[in-house]
């Protein structure tokens, strides 16, 4: 009785041995096709700040403003006097941030082109943002001049705001 169960207990054991070799030699055989180098995007990031051109994007990873720039908070509110952004009018120059910053409620920011006439490289619209401390940075990289930007679920309740890009000084 006592034989046959210790018998067992080692034939068990041996199985396990044999099926974790299997499963290593598994793990071990050369992985065929890596797709490790298909595209690198070059698309976040623009980490140069200040002088480089490319589009504009709202970056959810915080920016650095070029050197002697600054970054310029703005808060996204949903309050009992309705939604907004605070200030809904900011001035920047080129090489400043402007963080939206979400405060409460849920928006996102949007440079809609219908009412941004002949400007170029309009970040595309962001995701909604939902956790309170959420930031949208943008490097300001747009030719001076006035940006209209709103938050689609509420631009028609007024939740607009005012992006004046200052000449260079
Ligand atoms: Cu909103």
Redesign the pocket.
Known sequence: MRLTLQRTRTIGIAAGIALLAAACGEKGKPTTSAPESAAAPSAAAPSGAGGGGGGAALSTTPLTPAPGRKVIVVE?I?DETG?YFKPKKIEAHRGDVVRYTLKT????VHFLPDSNPGKKDLPPASELLQLPGQTLDLLVNLEPGDYYFQ?D??ALLG?RGELEVEDED
């Open positions: 996204l949903t939604n409620g849920v928006h996102n938050c679920p509420h939740m």
